[in-house]
C-alpha cells in the first residue's frame, strides 16, 4: 500500500454497499417529498429564505467555519503531537467522506487512518484518541438533553414524557460515567468490564450470524494503560474543546433561526437547546450519509409544534439554512483538504520522528517493554483518598 492509498476498513461486498445506497436515498426522498411538505409549505420555504440578506448570510457562513475550526481542538487535545493544521485537513477531508458517501462513517475512518499514519502516528495512538473523542462526545450528547430539560423545569414547562425522558437520560448519562471511572480505576475492573460488554457485543453479532470479535478483556486492558496519562494531562483541555464544539453547532442553528424571523417568544433558545440536544441523540444512529434527512426532519417535528404555517416555513427555513452551512459547507473544504494531503510531503514523517517531534523519543520501545507497562499500571492507579 502506498502512503496515499486509502486502506479499506470493512469486509462489506460492493453490491451490500450498492442496497445501502438506495435504501439512503429511499429514505431522504420519501422524507423531503413526503413528509416535510406536510409541515411546511416548500414555497414559503424558499421565499423566506430568498429574503435573507447578504450580511446574515454571511455571518452564518462565518460562524458555521468557527464550528469547523472548533473540533480541531477536540482531536488536537485527543492526540498528542498531533498540529492544528493537521487536525484542519484529516477533520474536514474525513467529514467530507462521511457526508457524501454510503457508508462514509466507516469509510472516513480509512482516510483518517491513512492520513495520520503518514504522518507518523501509529495505529495504537489513533485508535485511542478515536476512542476517547467518540466518549467524550457521547457525554457531551447525553448530558445536554437533561441539561436542556433542568431548563424546561425552571421555565415551568415540564410534562410527563419530558420529566420521563430526563430520568433516562440521567440515568443512562450516570452508568456511563460509572463505567468509565471503574474502567480507568484498576486493571481488574477493566478486564471484568470489557468482558461483560465482549459477551454482550459477541451475542449480539452471533443473532446477526457475525464472527465474534473476541479478546474484549486484553482490549479494556490496553485501552486503560494508554488513556489513563492521556486522560490525566489533557482531560480538561478535551472537556472544554468538546463542549465548546456542541455550542458552537447549536449557535449556528439558534442564529439560522433568529435571521429568518422566528423570535425568542415563538421559539425560546431553550427549546432550541432541546431539540438540538434530542436531535444530537438521533443523529448519532448512522442511517444516511451524515443523517441527511433524518437530522431534518427530526428538527421539523420538534420545533414546529404548535407552530402556524407561517412560522412554520420558517423554521424549516432555517433549518435548511443550517443544513446547508453544517453538511454542505465542510464537503468542498474536505476536497481541498485531501488534495493538499496527496500533494504535500513536507508533513510526512515516521513513528519514531512523529515521537521525537512529540517530545517522546522512546515512546514506541516504552511500549513494548513488559517492565515498562507494571511501571505505567502503578503510575495510572490513582492514590486512596485518606
Avoid: C
Amino acid at each position: 500500500m502506498t502512503d496515499a492509498d486509502v486502506p479499506a476498513v470493512d469486509g462489506t461486498p460492493p453490491w451490500k454497499r450498492v442496497v445501502q445506497a438506495a435504501i439512503s436515498i429511499a429514505i431522504v426522498v420519501g422524507i423531503f417529498a413526503g413528509v416535510m411538505p406536510r409541515i411546511a409549505n416548500y414555497g414559503d420555504v424558499f421565499e423566506t429564505i430568498a429574503a435573507m440578506s447578504s450580511v446574515e448570510v454571511g455571518s452564518l457562513v462565518l460562524i458555521g467555519i468557527w464550528n469547523l475550526v472548533t473540533y480541531w481542538f477536540v482531536l488536537v487535545a485527543a492526540l498528542p503531537g498531533l498540529r492544528t493544521r493537521e487536525a484542519a485537513v484529516v477533520n474536514q477531508a474525513s467529514t467530507a467522506v462521511s457526508n457524501t458517501m454510503p457508508a462514509g462513517g466507516a469509510i472516513g475512518v480509512g482516510v483518517t487512518v491513512a492520513m495520520l499514519t503518514s504522518w507518523g502516528f501509529s495505529v495504537p495512538n489513533i485508535a485511542r484518541s478515536a476512542v476517547i473523542t467518540g466518549i467524550w462526545n457521547n457525554f457531551v450528547k447525553l448530558g445536554m438533553p437533561v441539561f436542556a430539560l433542568a431548563l424546561l423545569a425552571l421555565e415551568g414547562d415540564v410534562t410527563p414524557a419530558r420529566l420521563a425522558a430526563a430520568a433516562i437520560g440521567i440515568g443512562v448519562l450516570v452508568a456511563a460515567a460509572v463505567t468509565f471511572a471503574l474502567l480507568l480505576r484498576s486493571d481488574g475492573l477493566a478486564r471484568s468490564i470489557g468482558r461483560t460488554v465482549g459477551n454482550t457485543v459477541d451475542w449480539l453479532r452471533g443473532l446477526v450470524r457475525r464472527d465474534p470479535v473476541g479478546d474484549w478483556e486484553e482490549r479494556a486492558s490496553g485501552f486503560r494503560r494508554n488513556a489513563v496519562g492521556l486522560l490525566r494531562d489533557r482531560w480538561l483541555a478535551l472537556t472544554v474543546a468538546t463542549l465548546v464544539s456542541h455550542v458552537s453547532l447549536y449557535l449556528v442553528l439558534l442564529l439560522a433561526l433568529r435571521h429568518v424571523g422566528v423570535s425568542q417568544n415563538e421559539l425560546s433558545w431553550i427549546a432550541v437547546l432541546a431539540a438540538f440536544s434530542f436531535v444530537r441523540l438521533i443523529s448519532a444512529l448512522p442511517i444516511t450519509p451524515g443523517g441527511v434527512g433524518v437530522v431534518e426532519l427530526g428538527y421539523a417535528a420538534t420545533m414546529t409544534i404548535g407552530l402556524d404555517a407561517t412560522t412554520s416555513a420558517q423554521v424549516v427555513a432555517a433549518i435548511l439554512v443550517f443544513r446547508a452551512v453544517t453538511y454542505l459547507l465542510p464537503i468542498p473544504l474536505g476536497a481541498g483538504s485531501y488534495v493538499i494531503w496527496r500533494s504535500n510531503h513536507s508533513w510526512r514523517m515516521s513513528e519514531a520522528e512523529r515521537n521525537r517531534f512529540a517530545g517522546e523519543p522512546t515512546a514506541l520501545a516504552d511500549a513494548a517493554s513488559p517492565q515498562a507497562e507494571d511501571t505505567a499500571e502503578a503510575q495510572a492507579d490513582p492514590q486512596p483518598t485518606r
